[in-house]
């Protein structure tokens, strides 16, 4: 069964860090590409940041020397590093998978095979 659950998530004052997890299990997560999305209320789904399986990252233009997409393999966890975070930045912060691997890009959402549940990111200022 495909898993994608996430953790790292919670409050903190704006200019703090945070890093967010994604453990994935009835997969590999290493020769899947992988994309962090955020989502607030009423508005739609963004792609934050992507990792292809050849390791080739993107970020969103909003959090370019900001965030950062990572992944270890051997624990099959991909990360997503917030550093200066702004209230803007405030959402809930979802894993996705694509079970095609290479990626080149934070494609829509719509092309996602497998997403997790999510975990809240709320940044005072």
């Known amino acids: 069964q495909v898993q994608l659950v996430e953790s790292g998530g919670g409050s903190v004052q704006a200019g703090g860090s945070l890093r967010l997890s994604c453990q994935a299990s009835?997969?590999?997560?290493?020769?899947?590409?992988m994309a962090w999305f955020r989502q607030t209320p009423g508005k739609e789904r963004e792609g934050v940041a992507g990792?292809?399986?050849?390791?080739?990252?993107s970020h969103t233009d909003s959090v370019k020397g900001r965030f950062t997409i990572s992944r270890d393999n051997s624990k099959n966890t991909v990360y997503l590093q917030m550093n200066s975070l702004k209230p803007e930045d405030t959402a809930m912060y979802y894993c996705?998978?694509?079970?095609?691997?290479?990626?080149?890009?934070?494609?829509?959402?719509?092309?996602?095979?497998?997403w997790g549940q999510g975990t809240q990111v709320t940044v005072s200022s």
């Open positions: 996705a998978a694509r079970r095609q691997g290479l990626c080149y890009g934070v494609y829509p959402s719509e092309v996602y095979d497998y």
């Open positions: 009835g997969f590999t997560s290493a020769t899947s590409c």
């Open positions: 990792i292809s399986a050849d390791g080739y990252t």
